[in-house]
């Protein structure tokens, strides 16, 4: 397996075959294999000012605790030592990698943004009611609200992984990733290859 971590820096865009290509720069500097398990590895980037006796002694093979650290199961298909750096050649030009990112967060939105529902009519008489959900079930039987219903509540932060982006091309400490990338400037993003 294939891996390494960055930092997402925001989007731009590149000139490739006459064509404008939107790509997302992630910088991949301080990448370091920071912890081997048996079942997996893990990839750490920067020096944890304020840690624990629990984090130095878990990381001190690599002596720094990184402050992102990101978990891949499996082991790395060149073989690296904890502390080692993890330079973006690792990967070439044209791969196909997964990316795993922490989307957005929205805060508490209502059922019209987080779920689509068009709302009420707009006429008639209604004054306050057009952005409701509307009725959340029947009454006496099953006399609750059934689980998994679509109401509103927190949306976004989550985990997303996407399958197969391209890279379009890598200078230095640069990954340019083809299309967007979940979360923003200053998040963490993994890139994996099996």
Known sequence: MKALIGIKKGM??????????????????GCVLSHVEPNGFELGIGIKKNSNKAMEGKYKAVGKVPVLREYFKGSLAEEVKPGDEIKSDTF????????????????????????????????????????????????????RVLKGKKMGGRMGQDKITLK???????????????????????????????
Do not use: C
């Open 12 to 29: 731009t865009r590149v000139f490739k075959d006459d064509k404008i290509v939107p790509v997302t720069v992630i910088d991949t500097e």
């Open 92 to 143: 070439v030009v044209g791969d196909k990698v997964s990316i795993v990112g922490v989307s957005k967060g929205k805060g508490f939105q209502g059922v019209v943004k987080r779920w689509g529902f068009k709302g009420g009519p707009r006429t008639h008489g209604q004054s306050d009611r057009l952005r409701a959900p509307g009725s959340i079930g029947a009454g006496t039987d099953p006399g």
């Open 164 to 194: 197969d982006r391209e890279i379009v091309q890598i200078e230095d400490n640069l990954v340019l990733l083809l299309g967007p990338v979940p979360g923003s400037k200053g998040d963490l993003v993994a890139m994996f290859k099996e």
